[in-house]
């Protein structure tokens, strides 16, 4: 028979190592801290239009720095800025039906480059929790009006509809729910290597998130994660409901827990309706390849 001592040591040193193995995803930052990430998506579209294909191809790149300007107890004080905005459609039905980019010069004619140019001029400040989530994000009111005005000599009623119009996706909502897709990822309970957790994301692409701890480096945290999507997307000309899946990798910073990597790719699929053509129903799919990565980070 064993002695007593030595099942109550082997009994405390197997309870240490489960304890030990637990781990709370958090994010870790410090005042000062800044992060400058580069944003590729690739997006392909395809309507199916009683036998001929419309094949949309679109490409949007971004470098955008979050900067840690305050730290407390359950939030942090973000500042976050648009360093450059790329984005380029083309159809092969129609051609190229827009480019944009914010480093390159603008033409006096050229509308869409003076509105987006805007895009670069405008600080957010943005409250984060620390498991992610983000609580608000402040000054798209400002970034809004500044893209308007840019547009030049119209009337206060266009300016409204324009403003109404771009706040689908540059209100504080919109672009709290955006960038909640990079960031909020860790759950609210420890975890070990191989559990899962769930989450929700919202907005015109919303999903159900199933999570999972891959493992953990000296560096590293990996995670990878599986979700139902859907994409609901209304105007007065066409409204979109499209469902399907999406994968995501994620390679995280162990000592800020900010990712280093991320790469997503989804693929969707229903109908457009065409409200312009007696409400026609277009079979639609939509695959999207997103990867974001640390350029830099500076403490």
């Known amino acids: 028979m064993k002695p007593f001592f030595t099942t109550i040591l082997v009994a405390f040193i197997a309870t240490t190592s489960v304890l030990n193995a637990q781990t709370s995803l958090t994010y870790n930052l410090q005042v000062g801290d800044q992060f400058k990430i580069k944003q590729v998506a690739n997006q392909d579209i395809v309507q199916d239009m009683n036998g001929q294909k419309h094949e949309m191809k679109n490409l949007l790149e971004g470098d955008f720095t979050f900067i840690v300007e305050e730290v407390n107890d359950s939030l942090y004080g973000l500042k976050f800025k648009f360093d450059r905005f790329k ?48 609580k608000s994000i402040e000054g798209s009111n400002e970034l809004i009006s500044k893209m308007v005005n840019a547009v030049g000599d119209i009337d206060e009623f266009t300016k409204e509809v324009m403003k109404e119009s771009m706040k689908g996706e540059f209100s504080n909502e919109s672009l709290s729910k955006s960038f909640e897709q990079m960031t ?4 609210n309970t420890t975890v070990n290597i191989g559990d899962s957790w769930e989450n ?9 998130n199933t999570w999972t701890l891959d493992n953990i480096t000296d560096d590293e945290i990996i995670i990878t994660g599986k979700s139902s999507v859907i994409f609901l997307n209304k105007d007065a000309d066409v409204e979109m409901n499209l469902n399907g899946d999406m994968t995501s990798n994620l390679i995280i910073s162990k000592e800020t827990g900010f990712v280093k990597t991320m790469t997503t790719t989804s693929a969707v699929e229903g109908n457009s309706i065409m409200h312009k053509m007696n409400d026609l129903k277009v079979p639609t799919t939509i695959t999207s390849n997103i990867t974001y990565k640390i350029e830099k980070h500076v403490q």
Do not use: C, H, R
């Open 87 to 134: 984005m380029v459609s083309s159809s092969n039905l129609i051609g190229e039906i827009i480019s944009v980019n914010t480093n390159d010069s603008i033409a006096d004619d050229d509308i869409e480059g003076k509105i987006f140019a805007q895009l670069v001029t405008v600080d957010l400040a943005m409250d984060m929790y620390k498991n992610g989530k983000i």
């Open 200 to 208: 929700d994301f919202e907005g015109d692409l919303s999903s159900k």
């Open 184 to 187: 909020y990822i860790y759950p």
